[in-house]
């Protein structure tokens, strides 16, 4: 399955989905896009819908998304991550935080949506 990133705009933020199962260095790669695609989105609030990634991370792959998350989207004011819930490890999460990012995982788009709205 060949891996792809899609925005969809709303109102107040973007949800940005990915597909498909790409390698650590890919997915690291389009983190690094969508940071620098963010600059120039009039909001700040993003959610990034993973629940269509199929590549299984390790625990030092996870705390490296979590850390390149910081780094390519620590500018917004919240990110939040939707992972399927038997995925949710909070490693990236307690990663990103610790390096200064607002994120925070969520299994539901509505539950993310709310907290990227109300945190």
Known sequence: MPFEVRYRHADDHVIVTFTGAPTLEEFLSVLQ????????????????DLRGVTTPYSFSEQLRIGEAVARNLGHLRRVAAIVPPERITRVGEKAANRLGARTLVFAEERDAVDWLRNG
């Open 33 to 48: 896009e969508v940071g620098a695609d963010s600059v120039a989105w009039p909001g700040s609030l993003v959610a990034v």
